[in-house]
């Protein structure tokens, strides 16, 4: 049988795909992808001159948004397809070229009417942030929870801490599935108390299971079972700032995240209200790489509109350092 190249690439794929219509300013393509549960399989073979593999990249959306797009479906399918060809290229033999677009099962009437429910809650719980962190935690530590979440909001990340963002009149075991599934990162706040909770294993067992970015706080308790062989950070989870930064600088390095962690990061300094974290938010950019002349430019215009961000003195340094070219005059 012949291997897929393509396997455990999925998601890389289809963030990519989303930050470049991004980039483009084609938000509707945007939605599609980044609500979607991806797959590629191998869909033909050719046997001739030595043999090719064809494989699709099957999009499955929820419900309410494939009837939105159902009449256009070919032009979606085509348009990302297109985009799916220019991204993935140089693969030999083995060609992902076709892209299908499809609905979510549903079992019955009931399960789609939680669907539409759930996705309401989705947009409460979330707050339409680009970055979602679901914060797993035992109850005795929610209040360095709490404190680590509002960190990470400065950011325009959101982090849900089920004791703190879970209404009341919610019912919280349906609140918690609906954040588990839609997280983008699973961040386990592994202090001595952690295993002593009822949930926190079966949150960690969620997040492996759905083979979502995983990052574990030592702080009393050893990484254990598979959560072991996940990113890790030995610090105490009081230490919220310093934590937070660490974070983000992990995610900055995360194949699939960091190019919407980056993008969030240039929004939240071109629109941030505090000289401290205008330089903390320079700090965690000049981490994640070098900078095109484009993302060079939105500095030195962030720095022009908004005072926090010309007065930071990292921005300065940096601005001094990366100066217009002058015009020669004639």
Same mark, same amino acid.
């Given at each position: 049988? &012949?291997? !897929? ?9 289809? %963030?990519? *795909? =989303?930050?470049?219509?991004? /980039? ?112 797993? &935690?035992? !109850? ?9 979440? %509002?960190? *990470? =909001?400065?950011?325009?990340? /959101? ?114 209200? !505090? ?56």
């Amino acid at each position: 049988m &012949h291997d !897929n190249p393509f396997l455990g690439k999925e998601k890389s794929v289809v %963030a990519t *795909l =989303s930050s470049i219509f991004k /980039a483009q300013g084609r938000s509707e393509y945007v939605k599609i992808l980044d609500a979607s549960s991806p797959t590629i399989e191998e869909a033909e073979y050719d046997n001739w001159n030595g043999g090719t593999y064809y494989y699709t990249l099957s999009l499955e959306i929820p419900v309410d948004i494939f009837a939105r797009i159902e009449s256009a479906l070919s032009k979606h399918e085509g348009e990302i397809g297109a985009k799916l060809q220019l991204v993935v290229r140089e693969t030999g033999n083995d060609i992902l070229n076709r892209v299908i677009i499809r609905p979510q099962m549903v079992e019955s009437v009931s399960e789609l009417a939680v669907e539409h429910s759930g996705n309401e809650r989705v947009q409460a719980i979330w707050k339409n942030k680009p970055v979602k962190i679901f914060i797993s &935690h035992q !109850n005795s530590d929610k209040v360095a929870a709490a404190k680590l979440s %509002a960190f *990470l =909001s400065k950011f325009n990340m /959101a982090a849900f801490v089920a004791h703190e963002a879970i209404e009341p009149t919610i019912p919280w075991q349906s609140e918690i599935k609906i954040a588990l599934n839609t997280m983008d990162v699973f961040l386990a706040l592994l202090t001595s108390n952690f295993r002593n909770s009822k949930w926190t294993d079966q949150e960690v067992g969620f997040a492996v299971a759905k083979k979502a970015v995983i990052i574990h706080v030592r702080d009393g308790q050893d990484p254990y079972g598979f959560i072991g062989e996940t990113q890790s950070l030995s610090m105490p989870i009081e230490e919220n700032e310093n934590l937070g930064m660490e974070i983000i600088s992990i995610l900055l390095k995360n194949p699939v995240l960091k190019s919407r962690v980056r993008e969030t990061l240039f929004v939240t300094l071109e629109n941030i209200g !505090n000289f401290t974290y205008a330089c903390k938010t320079m700090k965690l950019l000049q981490k994640a790489g070098a900078f095109s002349e484009q993302e060079i430019q939105r500095i030195r215009e962030a720095a022009a509109r908004n005072t926090y961000v010309r007065d930071a003195y990292n921005v300065k340094d940096f601005l001094a350092e990366n100066e217009p070219p002058k015009e020669i005059p004639f």
